[in-house]
């Protein structure tokens, strides 16, 4: 391993002056000769047919170019991998509330916008089924979850073992549709050259829209180049393409013109999913000592009528703690919703809230500390699978982070502890999530100027990565920073994976070092750098098949005190503090704000956020950030993060593990395990809202 | 976004004279107008912006009247020395309202006439009855867990979302408008109206009507009062629940009180019954829940708002209890 001096510096973002002056431009900023703008119409009923599009009142409008519909679209190719929802505007299905039925192109935003609201789409409506519920007769066991998981899992026997349990904990939990809202709609501008297509798309990666775009216009490898230079969050709405990339280039294509197309917030609610609903049914026994002797999760999500989305919702139970008798399924169920798709943390974020708050329930039937009870059900190897862990500090962050907040003296009573007309409540829970790599490339290449540039398909979505792979490129090249470009965000580069699942760094810094090592190599070998540069290529697709069957997480620990207001029911937290054990942390600021906003996001997931299903209409009724509360500076105070100095040499080559997600996972346990207690009563239902807890104290 | 036309007078009646059509709107702020205009629920073809007009100011008459312009910003009533003051529940209503961005664009009079937040009332693809008038209340059998328990109708259950409005409402405050016929004043109490069987009609003001001024009448016991806003998030969101009271305590007995009630209704809620329970009685929880409880004895819960009675309740013991502690 190299010597590092870059690494596990706090460097700024370099690209932060440009971002605050204005300079980065966003896929919507990117100005194109000549172009025009689609705006989007969405079907407004769940099911059915659209019988008549009449779009001679629009076309007559001024500015108008064209109203596309599944009439005069352009033609869509499908391989066996493509997402049905990028189909746009292939036939005259409904399939959800939402969904896109036309673009209307015209010269401003303000035409296509006035256009697109005027259009006159006549549908033949059919009955639609968008409640999701447990006992939902369509409910089926999907071939897999999410990514390629097995659905259920089974070892031991539950049943027997939870019958002849001293403690039993069976309770079900539930969590609400909660929907992406980066602070950058999408948007997309597309642009062709003959059979060229040239996309600047917000995405969180760039190979992955131009893989699916050149599929869907039956175009040949290489005709396709998506660049996202800047992009402004994504938290999983932008991991693949969505929509709006696809009718862009369709307008582009159809008007001979480069189009641009923005989401609005509200459309996004619909168009570019968000978190499925869960229900989850838990059952855990324990020994009079607590010790597990048997878990089981089962978990209920759901999905479209377009395609099999899967959440993994019961993963985390396969691998947290030591229960011999061990059982996981999931169960999904297709409505004419729209599809929802991966958000922070998928599957671990709502499963947590589920296992942890159930793990506290349990503590507090067998009477022992909730950290302890933790300590006592540690496993030595993968409860699930059997496999060795690479590395597994969960007991480490716990300890460390009881320190931190001052858990020793709790004491365990809830409902006792009162500050005027607050309640004050203290609470716990784990956190975890995989720690992948994925198949990526790149090139480094050494000018003669003794300056470098590494390539490479990484996409930075505010997250800090550009930098943190600079530091890793620097170090690796032993270089000092300002020697190093890092250019990213252009599908030319060659593929890589995207800003996703925690692996983008994982993955990207695996395929830099390769690159750099090789170019190291071969400059020592050539002794000067000739004066048009060289360059050396990696690859990382064989070193990852290559590696060792192990079972790779990062693990962590939350804390959380929340005060509650007797008279209203309104929820604060005080403080949170969380402690990570995620491998190698490359850049101690922006990992700290990756972490800190985690654990943000999860204050909303416990307390505010919510899509509210109508059922008469069959969308998210409160589709806007007026309505759909996120939290506000008001709403965090102290949040407290660290990390444990952890060298797991058996992950990637930096020793990576990544910690996009992990800071989301647990928050919400954390936070209901506090609210019980402050005042006694257990809020099984997310979000914890001040009429839910009025209700419950009263 | 379609097209319009845009106009700035600097006089009242040019102003008055050019928004006489249906289809014309006075912009003040525009953070209600634009957005409802983005949304497609505004379709005005002609903006009258009011910012030309000599409505910033606030002043006090020799008989101790306070008079606010209708152009006062949001963010500088709340920080008027004579508001906060005289009017400590006004500055505080205003400052548990939005954002500190938006409250320094957001007008008095602009905050007076937003409209409802009401989710199907903002989203032009589903029936409202308050927006197409016949067509439907779909919050009735939807999403109505932040809609009214007091004052609605089957046709419209709507509240009405301003936090300032339930402050003056407690303050007596009159309003001017100046309209085709001329200058007047309304009581706050009559500008507001039920939504009956015709939601779409908010107020009493003719088409066409500028608000001017509001005044807050002489209130000596207001420098003892206080505004209690209970809502989702910590900052930035509209009230679930929230009272205005001011209180007046002679030994252990109220003297004189006011009260009003925010988001709980289609019209700022004057709570006229408690109010009435409250004088000449007895200076405690006991009384002042059972004030409430009366109050609230008319509310008719819809399935997912039933705790805005135990929430207003409790707010109002609280509310009265620290103010009377602070006496
Ligand atoms: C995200 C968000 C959160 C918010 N949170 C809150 C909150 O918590 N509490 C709260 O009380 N408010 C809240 N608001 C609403 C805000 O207070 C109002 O938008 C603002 O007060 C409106 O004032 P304005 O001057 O911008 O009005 P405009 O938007 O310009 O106008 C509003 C209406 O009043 C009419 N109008 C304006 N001036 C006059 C006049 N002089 N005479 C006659 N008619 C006139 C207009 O024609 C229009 O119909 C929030 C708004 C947003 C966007
Ligand atoms: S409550 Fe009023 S504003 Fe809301 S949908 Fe019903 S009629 Fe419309």
Redesign the interface.
């Known amino acids: 391993m190299t010597a590092t001096t870059a690494i596990g510096a706090g460097l700024n973002r370099i690209e932060a002056a440009a971002k605050v002056t204005g300079a980065a431009r966003y896929a919507g900023e990117i100005p194109l000769d000549g172009h025009a703008y689609g705006s989007v119409v969405q079907s407004t009923i769940a099911r059915g047919q659209v019988t008549m599009i009449d779009a001679d009142a629009v076309l007559a409008r001024p500015g108008v170019l064209a109203v596309l519909t599944h009439d005069n679209a352009p033609r869509l190719h499908r391989a066996d991998d493509t997402d049905a929802e990028l189909l746009v505007l292939q036939d005259d299905r409904v399939r959800y509330r939402g969904q896109a039925v036309a673009l209307v192109i015209a010269e401003t935003l303000e035409q296509a916008r006035a256009g697109a609201e005027l259009l006159d789409v006549t549908y033949q409506p059919e009955d639609h089924d968008v409640v999701f519920a447990a006992d939902h007769p369509r409910l089926y066991a999907p071939e897999h979850v999410n990514p390629n998981y097995p659905t259920d899992t089974s070892v031991g026997d539950v049943d027997a073992a939870l019958a002849s349990a001293a403690i039993v904990v069976d309770a079900t939990y539930s969590t609400p549709a909660e929907h992406n809202n980066p602070m950058e709609p999408h948007a997309a501008i597309a642009q062709w050259d003959g059979d060229r297509l040239t996309v600047y798309d917000s995405n969180q990666g760039a190979t992955s829209v131009r893989q699916a775009l050149t599929t869907l216009f039956g175009l040949a490898d290489g005709a396709v180049r998506v660049l996202s230079e800047h992009v402004g969050g994504g938290f999983g709405a932008k991991g693949s393409t969505r929509p709006h990339a696809v009718l862009a280039a369709m307008g582009a294509r159809f008007t001979e013109r480069p189009i641009r197309v923005t989401l609005t917030r509200q459309q996004m609610f619909a168009m570019v999913g968000y978190r499925t609903p869960t229900i989850q049914h838990m059952r855990l026994g324990a020994d009079a000592d607590a010790t597990l002797v048997a878990l089981e999760h089962t978990a209920y999500s759901q999905t479209s009528q377009v395609l099999e989305f899967a959440e993994q919702t019961a993963l985390i139970s396969r691998l947290m703690y030591a229960a011999p008798n061990l059982r996981t399924r999931h169960r999904v169920v297709a409505l004419d919703v729209p599809t929802p798709r991966w958000m922070r943390a998928p599957g671990e974020a709502p499963g947590s809230f589920a296992l942890e708050s159930a793990m506290d329930e349990l503590a507090t039937a067998c009477g022992v500390d909730p950290i302890e009870l933790r300590v006592r059900n540690e496993p030595s190897v993968e409860p699930d699978s059997g496999l060795p862990f690479s590395s597994r500090n969960l007991i480490a962050c716990l300890h460390e982070g009881a320190e931190r907040f001052g858990w020793a003296s709790r004491d365990p009573r809830p409902g006792v502890r009162r500050d005027g007309r607050w309640l004050i409540g203290t609470g716990v829970a784990s956190s975890t999530y995989p720690a992948r790599s994925a198949p990526s490339t790149a090139a480094a290449t050494a000018l003669a100027d003794g300056s470098f540039v590494v390539e490479i398909t990484a996409s930075d979505i505010g997250t800090g990565a550009r930098t943190a792979l600079t530091q890793i490129a620097a170090d690796e090249l032993r270089a000092p920073t300002e020697r190093v470009e890092v250019r990213i965000g252009d599908s030319d580069f060659g593929q890589a994976m995207i800003a996703g699942g925690s692996m983008g760094t994982a993955s990207w810094s695996w395929a830099i070092a390769k690159a750099c090592r090789e170019l190291l190599h071969t400059l020592h070998e050539i002794g000067t750098v000739p004066p048009e540069g060289v360059t050396a290529h990696a690859d990382t697709a064989e070193d990852i098949k290559a590696q060792a069957q192990l079972s790779r997480h990062a693990f962590g620990a939350q804390f959380a005190e929340v005060r509650v207001d007797v008279d209203t029911g309104e929820v604060r937290v005080p403080r949170l503090c969380g402690v990570f054990a995620a491998g190698r942390i490359i850049n101690a600021k922006t990992g700290r704000s990756q972490l800190i906003g985690g654990m943000t996001m999860g204050i909303g997931m416990a307390l505010l956020e919510e899509g509210v299903m109508d059922p008469q209409f069959g969308d998210y009724v409160n589709h806007d950030l007026a309505s759909y509360h996120v939290p506000v500076n008001g709403d965090v105070h102290d949040i407290d993060v660290s990390w444990i100095d952890e060298h797991d040499d058996r992950l990637n080559p930096v020793g990576v593990k990544g910690i996009g997600e992990i800071g989301i996972v647990g928050t919400a346990a954390a936070l209901a395990n506090a609210v019980w207690h402050a005042t006694g009563h257990r809020h099984r239902h997310l979000p914890i809202r001040p009429d839910r807890v009025l209700t419950s104290l009263a | 976004?379609?097209?319009f036309g845009y106009e700035r007078p600097e006089y009242a009646a040019d102003a008055v004279a050019l928004a006489e059509r249906p289809e014309v709107r006075y912009l003040a702020g525009g953070t209600n107008l634009v957005d409802l205009m983005k949304?497609?629920v505004e379709t005005p073809d002609l903006l009258v912006d009011v910012s030309a007009l000599p409505y910033e100011f606030v002043q006090e008459d020799l008989d101790g009247l306070v008079r606010i312009g209708a152009g006062v910003r949001n963010s500088d009533l709340a920080a008027h020395a004579l508001i906060r003051s005289r009017y400590p529940v006004l500055a505080q209503a205003v400052l548990a309202g939005a954002?500190g961005q938006l409250r320094n664009m957001a007008t008095v009079g602009g905050n007076l006439l937003q409209r409802t937040?009401c989710?199907?009332f903002?989203?032009?693809?589903?029936p409202c009855n308050k927006r197409m008038p016949g067509s439907g209340c779909?919050a009735r059998?939807?999403?109505h867990?932040n809609l009214a328990i007091l004052g609605a109708s089957d046709q419209c259950i709507a509240t009405n979302p301003s936090d300032m409005a339930v402050a003056l409402t407690a303050l007596d405050a009159v309003v001017h408008v100046q309209d085709h016929a001329g200058p007047h004043e309304v009581p706050l109490a009559e500008l507001y109206r039920l939504p009956g069987s015709d939601p779409q009609r908010e107020t009493t003001l003719a088409p066409g009507a500028l608000i001017t001024a509001v005044d807050l009448p002489t209130l000596p016991f207001a420098r003892r009062s206080r505004y209690r806003k209970?809502?989702?998030?910590?900052?930035?969101?509209?009230a679930?629940?929230s009272v205005a009271a001011a209180l007046d305590v002679e030994g252990d007995v109220v003297r004189d009180v006011r009260l009003a009630f925010g988001a709980v209704a289609p019209v700022p809620w004057r709570a006229r019954t408690a109010e009435a329970a409250l004088v000449g009685g007895p200076v405690n929880e006991e009384a002042f829940r059972a004030a409430a409880e009366a109050e609230l004895a008319a509310a008719e819960p819809l399935r997912?708002?039933a705790?805005k009675v135990?929430?207003i309740t409790?707010?109002v013991?609280?509310t009265l209890a620290e103010l009377a502690a602070g006496s």
Request: hydrophobic share 30%; proline share 5%; aromatic share 10%.
């Open positions: 976004m379609r097209q949304l497609g954002s937040r989710v199907y903002q989203d032009v693809s589903k779909p059998k939807g999403d867990h209970a809502r989702e998030r910590a900052s930035y969101s509209f679930i629940g997912d708002n705790y135990p929430l409790n707010l013991v609280r």
